[in-house]
């Protein structure tokens, strides 16, 4: 066989996917190749240099470090506040579209309009109440400065 048929069984051997037939393709042809065997080694060396390696994770410090800077707090709420807006924008103009459609289209039984129409403004009637108390309590929240953020 020739080296370029060979070297995908190297890395198979490595990862211990070949069969018995190739198992023994691979050897008669190591038994004469010295590239082949050379590039086997080199392979090996490699995996164990990777297997030895791993990341370190953040200690608590580093992370506290991290979110005390403006630009990281500043930059994870900007991003918050424009993904919040683009989800209503869409939101809201997809359910403007639901309902303009059901109630214009003549098909549609009254019940359905009905349905439809009062599960939209449920919805919007919901979130405005939810911001409302969450902006309320905001103000008056005695334990939001012991959280760090």
Not at 78 to 86: C, E, K, Q, R, Y
Request: glycine share 8%; charged share 30%; with cysteine.
């Amino acid at each position: 066989m020739s080296c370029e048929t060979i070297q995908p069984l190297i890395t198979g051997y490595l990862d211990g996917e070949l069969s018995a037939d190739q198992q023994t393709e691979l050897d008669a042809h190591l038994a004469q190749c010295e590239q082949c065997r050379r590039d086997l080694e080199e392979l090996r060396q490699l995996k164990d240099n990777l297997a030895g390696m791993s990341f370190r994770e953040p200690g608590d410090e580093e992370l506290d470090r991290y979110w005390q800077g403006v630009y990281n707090r500043l930059e994870r709420g900007t991003g918050w506040v424009l993904l919040s807006i683009g989800a209503i924008c869409l939101l809201s103009f997809g359910a403007f579209m639901l309902v303009e459609r059901v109630v214009r289209d003549p098909d549609v039984a009254w019940i359905v309009k009905i349905g439809v129409t009062a599960l939209i403004i449920g919805a919007v009637v919901l979130f405005v109440s939810l911001l409302r108390e969450r902006l309320a309590v905001r103000k008056t929240d005695r334990y939001a400065k012991e959280i760090k953020r």
